[in-house]
Nanobody
């Protein structure tokens, strides 16, 4: 059983910062790409950022320069440092990870339950 648990969400004022964490646990052989998506009320889920096992990153244009994604492979944990937050960043943030549960097994996407981020003006 594989589980992803997000933490670090909350309420901040515009211009503030938050750091989200996503910890993967359970029967894990390897983790490939990890990433963050977000979904605001009434909107579709959108990509925030991804990070490969080797550390290469990809960001949505609106997050570049404000958000930083990182990971600790030894801890199976990923982070999202969010600075200069705006009210439009208000959303539920979900983490995902491509995980293989044993050697030679295929990779599957696993998702966390989401953590709420609310930015007030």
């Amino acid at each position: 059983q594989v589980q992803l648990v997000e933490s670090g969400g909350g309420a901040v004022q515009a211009g503030g910062s938050l750091r989200l964490s996503c910890a993967a646990s359970g029967s894990i052989f390897s983790i490939n790409v990890m990433g963050w998506y977000r979904q605001a009320p009434g909107k579709q889920r959108e990509l925030v950022a991804t990070i490969a096992r080797g550390g290469s990153t990809n960001y949505a244009d609106s997050m570049k320069g404000r958000f930083t994604i990182s990971r600790d492979n030894a801890k199976n944990t990923m982070y999202l440092q969010m600075n200069s937050l705006k009210p439009e960043d208000t959303a539920v943030y979900y983490c995902y990870a491509q995980i293989s549960v044993r050697e030679y097994a295929p990779m599957y996407n696993y998702w966390g339950q989401g953590t709420q981020v609310t930015v007030s003006s």
